[in-house]
């Protein structure tokens, strides 16, 4: 690789890698001053808010961070528009010789556009705007560190453009590539740790599908290995990695904070520190000009610890790209928080979300709402809002696995608009399922209600304690808990736009809860000494009313479990019909049979009429539930039938 380079180059071209080296660690140093001017600025405006610390990102750089710290601590006005620094013309002079130090690798590898910057760098200078002075106009720092103005050149443009064809430069005359990387002028030492790196971003680099990006670049200087990688196509989104030994430094820029945020979540599991998110500004980056600065360290303590860190930062990068366009489309579906926890999930689990965006992401999602659900989630309508918040992240998680393994496995984009709009369907089920089991409460309270009854029939048939008082007060609070429970649960169906037999099931059994407490008031009121005939004749009503419930309940449960497909529930719940349905019938035998008791025996009124309506308030019980068995049926058929 060396020889062809010098063919290609000639002579003077040999020591190209090294000017590179040199030109890259100059780009570091470089944007480093820059930030001291820019902060220095800062704190001679503000001198009461603490001074920027760039001590580690000095020491990466390998700058002194004395000098740097003095300088932005001592920084003050001079006027109204000029700040001085101590060290300010040396500081001044340094960044004249880093820009002078990329301009030289240029030059050396293609003449023609290094001539050209060549002559950018001689206009800025020629506008007095590198002057090596004490003092400096706040107007002057800004058009240095601006990307764009509209009043000539910057020196941040035009050192960000040196960056690039230096990136350029090192991929062409690189000694070799290393597992994808493009590396030269390396130690032997350095070689592992490359290797790590690339092996952890070439696990996880399929996952970009067709975005560019992820192209790396190696290279020993200063001491250091230094490791580049450019993410994407975002001028200011970059990650640099020196490693020293075992030590490893990482420099990551961002415009967006809560990705830089999401970037170090990614690494709780290494005892890496991390600086706090440092806000720098320069015109033409980001929304508002701006971008954030982090800096990770991570001390190992052997070659193999080091080296898996290394694997985690490369196997990291994918997940950044576009990261904040998948968190603002996630967004119109569930809240923000919920948003960037799906996506943190994705790359902890190595799904990401670039291939959810590849096939189309918020048309996925929209095609699966309108063709599997249109009547049950609104235009704009949430879909925490619609599934429930945890079914909703379940389905999203869901929608971006399935998107990646479908792209992975080369399967078609309508395999997967069927998979998550039947996904979308099983998940509304499964609202219907959570509806259900409130009837289920509904029913487990009749239930409640029956055995309230015939326990206070049972203590008169034994000659036991009755309270009557104690039965309708306890049974008048359940049919209070019952009433809640059916509100609640009829503001969720229509909230949810769910399937109005649900609302009816829900009737129905609030139907059969009144009639149980009105049997449970009259109950409290028969005679202490009702004939023991009577009793046990209402004692049977009441084991055929317990019954109805205890099969209703069945059927629910049941019922709750046909929409994933068990056959055998289907059946069980059929079955708990029927058996409503004999109970019905059975509960209509037993009321005739005590009316006949009561018509044949010559009780007195108060008996009569309280026997007599015991009885018709528990048989009409039993036809509600039966009422509720045809419903139920309804229901499981239409489950069948999807």
């Known amino acids: 690789m060396k020889t062809q380079i010098i063919e290609e180059l000639g002579q003077g071209g040999i020591l190209l890698p090294t000017l590179v080296?040199?030109?890259?660690?100059?780009?570091?140093?470089?944007?480093?001053?820059?930030?001291?001017?820019?902060?220095?600025?800062?704190?001679?405006?503000?001198?009461?808010?603490p001074a920027s610390d760039l001590s580690v990102e000095s020491q990466t750089a390998g700058i002194a961070p004395a000098a740097i710290a003095t300088l932005i601590s001592g920084a003050h006005m001079v006027g109204q528009d000029r700040v001085a620094a101590p060290n300010l013309a040396k500081l001044m002079k340094e960044i004249q010789d880093d820009a002078g130090a990329m301009i030289r690798a240029v030059v050396a590898g293609a003449p023609d556009e290094g001539r050209k910057v060549t002559t950018r760098l001689d206009t800025i200078r020629g506008a007095g705007l590198l002057d090596a002075t004490s003092e400096i106009e706040l107007a002057r720092i800004a058009r240095l560190t601006g990307v764009t103005d509209s009043t000539g050149d910057s020196l941040h443009r035009m050192v960000m453009d040196l960056h690039k064809k230096l990136n350029v430069l090192a991929a062409s005359c690189s000694e070799e590539v290393l597992d994808g990387a493009h590396v030269f002028g390396l130690h032997g030492e350095d070689r592992s740790a490359v290797e790590a790196f690339m092996k952890g971003l070439n696990q996880t680099r399929g996952l970009k599908f067709n975005h560019p990006g992820l192209d790396t670049m190696a290279t020993r200087s200063g001491g250091r290995l230094l490791i580049q990688n450019d993410?994407?196509?975002?001028?200011?989104?970059?990650?640099?990695?020196?490693?020293?030994?075992?030590?490893?430094?990482?420099?990551y820029t961002d415009v967006h904070l809560a990705r830089a945020d999401f970037f170090i979540s990614l690494f709780d599991g290494f005892e890496a520190t991390w600086s706090g998110l440092d806000r720098h500004t320069a015109a033409g980056l980001?929304?508002?000009?701006?971008?954030?600065?982090?800096?990770?360290?991570?001390?190992?303590?052997?070659?193999?610890?080091?080296?898996?860190?290394?694997?985690?930062?490369?196997?990291?990068?994918?997940?950044?790209?576009?990261?904040?366009?998948?968190?603002?489309?996630?967004?119109?579906?569930?809240?923000?928080?919920?948003?960037?926890?799906?996506?943190?999930?994705?790359?902890?689990?190595?799904?990401?979300?670039?291939?959810?965006?590849?096939?189309?992401?918020?048309?996925l999602l929209g095609s699966a709402v309108r063709n599997a659900a249109p009547s049950r989630i609104g235009?704009?309508?949430?879909?925490?809002?619609?599934?429930?918040?945890?079914?909703?992240?379940?389905?999203?998680?869901?929608?971006?696995?399935?998107?990646?393994?479908?792209?992975?496995?080369?399967?078609?984009?309508?395999?997967?608009?069927?998979?998550?709009?039947?996904?979308?369907?099983?998940h509304l089920d499964r609202v219907d399922g959570a509806l259900l089991a409130?009837?289920?409460?509904?029913?487990?309270?009749?239930?409640?209600?029956?055995?309230?009854?015939?326990?206070?029939?049972?203590?008169?048939?034994?000659?036991?304690?009755?309270?009557?008082?104690?039965?309708?007060?306890?049974?008048a609070a359940i049919e209070q808990k019952a009433d809640r429970i059916?509100?609640?649960?009829?503001?969720?169906?229509?909230?949810?736009?769910?399937?109005?037999?649900?609302?009816?099931?829900?009737?129905?059994?609030?139907e059969a809860i009144d009639e149980l407490e009105q049997a449970a008031f009259v109950a409290s009121l028969l005679p202490a000494r009702t004939d023991p005939a009577l009793l046990a004749s209402l004692a049977e009503l009441c084991a055929v009313a317990a019954t109805g419930a205890e099969t209703a309940a069945n059927g629910v449960a049941a019922a709750i479990d046909v929409p994933e497909g068990r056959r055998i529930d289907s059946e069980d719940a059929l079955a708990a019909v029927t058996r409503l349905i004999d109970a019905e019938h059975a509960a209509d035998t037993k009321e005739r049979a005590t009316t006949t008791l009561v018509f044949r025996g010559g009780y007195d009124v108060a008996t009569s009429l309280s026997v007599l309506e015991l009885a018709r308030a528990m048989e009409r019980a039993t036809d509600r539930f039966a009422a509720f068995g045809h419903l139920l049926r309804r229901h499981i058929m239409i489950d069948l039938a999807a």
């Open 438 to 475: 409130a009837v289920l409460r509904q029913v487990g309270l009749a239930h409640d209600l029956v055995t309230a009854i015939a326990r206070h029939i049972a203590a008169l048939r034994t000659g036991q304690p009755a309270d009557g008082r104690l039965l309708a007060g306890r049974c």
């Open 286 to 363: 980001g929304e508002d000009n701006s971008f954030y600065l982090v800096t990770g360290q991570f001390q190992a303590k052997h070659a193999a610890d080091r080296n898996e860190f290394l694997a985690a930062v490369g196997a990291a990068l994918v997940f950044l790209i576009d990261w904040n366009k998948a968190r603002k489309l996630l967004r119109t579906w569930v809240a923000k928080d919920d948003a960037a926890r799906i996506l943190e999930w994705a790359a902890r689990h190595r799904i990401g979300h670039r291939g959810f965006l590849e096939l189309g992401g918020n048309e």
């Open 231 to 251: 993410i994407g196509t975002t001028d200011a989104h970059v990650v640099v990695i020196a490693v020293k030994k075992h030590a490893v430094t990482v420099t």
């Open 21 to 49: 080296a040199e030109g890259l660690a100059a780009n570091d140093r470089i944007k480093v001053r820059m930030s001291a001017l820019q902060a220095a600025a800062h704190h001679a405006r503000e001198p009461d808010r």
């Open 379 to 426: 235009f704009g309508e949430r879909l925490d809002q619609a599934l429930g918040r945890s079914a909703a992240i379940d389905f999203l998680k869901a929608a971006l696995r399935a998107s990646t393994e479908a792209l992975l496995a080369g399967r078609s984009v309508r395999t997967v608009r069927d998979q998550i709009e039947a996904d979308l369907v099983r």
């Open 486 to 510: 059916a509100l609640e649960s009829r503001n969720e169906v229509d909230r949810l736009d769910a399937r109005p037999v649900i609302g009816q099931l829900i009737g129905r059994a609030e």
